[in-house]
């Protein structure tokens, strides 16, 4: 038998770094809005004869086997992936391999993205009773043990449901509502925002710490930017409802200048440079995705420019990604 599953990774709007727990507490709720993209995981389930478990990753060639799933080891390349096969016992044997299409350190949430990958596919193997939102507890707690630092959750969301997403995390839990639009309305938004890879990969981890501890010892402009970055988002959210492009530039600009206060290496000379070049160009706006530090970066190009910023881009150096938006999340297939 084999199961087959995919999700999205994410693009982040506004609001990254409000989904880390327990920072969107102490600001009195958080709002990320971020939209699945087709790029995205894989990961491919083959059930064996035996309890053994043989882990492969086809990005960095990095395999891993055991005699059964608790004998794991923790620690190594693989860790993240063997923590989940771990934490969700399957009942047999399993060759499991796994794919990105992006590498990790794109600031698109591909190890989230692989963890909601993973764990959906081990529940329909399992035929386990748990939800989404069980999905998403867990998936926050492993990937925290992986990484060492706070995790923030709103990658799962993007990865689990697709689409664009404003995500609130309250007191009483998380609350996703999907922002709808029209068709025409999603081409344009898909030919107007350029993705693109700076070329400098990086560990979000690190600069989310160092986020989380500035904020904490109150160092800086940290507050005060992460106030104004919840501000924005609200004006993301209300632009991308109303359809409002020049709107969406000036609040996309907002959060840029705001993310680089919250803490040092959120941003980089290289991505500096390649911003001025696509605003010369045309471009609107521009952010680094996730936490910055390096990775991808989204480009709010101007009515007309699409071509004009995306051939800057690549000119100074980034590699201009496709992608659209995706039409839904975790897919998961079975066969014999």
């Given at each position: 038998?084999?199961?087959?599953?995919r999700?999205?990774?994410?693009?982040?709007?506004a609001?990254?770094?409000?989904?880390?727990?327990?920072?969107?507490?102490?600001?009195?709720?958080?709002?990320?809005?971020?939209?699945?993209?087709?790029l995205?995981?894989?990961?491919?389930?083959?059930?064996?004869?035996?309890a053994?478990?043989?882990?492969?990753?086809?990005?960095?060639?990095?395999?891993?086997?055991a005699?059964?799933?608790?004998e794991?080891?923790?620690?190594?390349?693989?860790?993240?992936?063997?923590?989940i096969?771990?934490?969700?016992?399957?009942?047999q044997g399993?060759?499991?391999?796994?794919?990105?299409?992006?590498?990790?350190?794109?600031?698109?949430?591909?190890?989230?993205?692989?963890?909601?990958?993973?764990?959906?596919?081990?529940?329909?193997?399992?035929?386990?009773?748990?939800s989404?939102?069980?999905?998403?507890?867990?998936g926050?707690?492993?990937?925290?043990?992986?990484?060492?630092v706070?995790?923030?959750?709103?990658?799962?969301?993007?990865?689990?449901?697709?689409?664009i997403?404003?995500?609130?995390f309250?007191?009483?839990?998380?609350?996703?509502?999907?922002?709808?639009m029209?068709?025409?309305?999603?081409?344009?938004?898909?030919?107007?925002?350029?993705?693109?890879?700076?070329?400098e990969?990086?560990?979000?981890?690190?600069?989310?710490w160092?986020?989380?501890?500035?904020y904490?010892?109150?160092?800086?402009n940290?507050?005060?930017?992460?106030?104004?970055?919840?501000?924005?988002?609200?004006r993301?959210?209300?632009a991308?409802?109303?359809?409002?492009f020049?709107?969406?530039?000036?609040?996309?600009?907002?959060?840029?200048?705001?993310?680089?206060?919250?803490?040092?290496?959120?941003?980089?000379?290289?991505?500096?440079?390649?911003?001025?070049?696509a605003?010369e160009?045309?471009?609107?706006?521009?952010?680094?995705?996730?936490?910055?530090?390096?990775?991808?970066?989204?480009?709010?190009?101007?009515t007309?420019?699409?071509q004009?910023?995306?051939?800057?881009l690549?000119?100074?150096g980034?590699?201009?990604?496709?992608?659209?938006?995706?039409?839904?999340?975790?897919?998961?297939?079975?066969?014999?």
């Amino acid at each position: 038998m084999t199961i087959e599953a995919r999700t999205p990774f994410r693009i982040d709007l506004a609001g990254g770094t409000l989904d880390l727990f327990p920072l969107y507490l102490w600001e009195q709720g958080g709002l990320t809005v971020n939209m699945g993209i087709s790029l995205g995981s894989h990961v491919r389930l083959e059930t064996r004869e035996d309890a053994a478990i043989h882990i492969r990753s086809q990005d960095t060639g990095a395999e891993q086997s055991a005699p059964t799933p608790q004998e794991l080891e923790l620690g190594g390349p693989l860790d993240l992936v063997a923590r989940i096969i771990r934490f969700y016992q399957p009942r047999q044997g399993l060759s499991v391999t796994t794919h990105n299409d992006v590498p990790c350190g794109s600031g698109l949430g591909a190890s989230s993205s692989l963890l909601i990958a993973l764990s959906g596919a081990l529940r329909q193997l399992n035929h386990a009773h748990i939800s989404d939102t069980q999905l998403i507890s867990y998936g926050a707690n492993l990937e925290c043990q992986n990484v060492g630092v706070p995790v923030g959750k709103q990658d799962y969301y993007a990865a689990l449901y697709g689409g664009i997403n404003a995500i609130y995390f309250e007191v009483e839990g998380d609350r996703v509502e999907q922002i709808g639009m029209n068709e025409a309305f999603r081409q344009k938004l898909e030919r107007r925002l350029i993705l693109s890879f700076t070329g400098e990969p990086r560990f979000s981890g690190a600069t989310n710490w160092s986020m989380f501890r500035a904020y904490v010892d109150d160092e800086g402009n940290t507050r005060r930017s992460l106030r104004r970055i919840k501000d924005t988002a609200f004006r993301v959210r209300d632009a991308i409802e109303a359809q409002d492009f020049e709107a969406l530039g000036a609040a996309l600009a907002e959060e840029w200048e705001n993310r680089k206060q919250l803490a040092q290496g959120v941003s980089t000379e290289q991505i500096e440079k390649l911003m001025r070049t696509a605003s010369e160009a045309g471009a609107l706006a521009s952010k680094a995705c996730g936490a910055g530090g390096g990775g991808c970066m989204i480009t709010l190009a101007g009515t007309g420019r699409e071509q004009a910023v995306s051939q800057a881009l690549e000119a100074g150096g980034a590699q201009v990604l496709a992608y659209r938006i995706a039409r839904q999340g975790l897919e998961v297939v079975r066969g014999d």
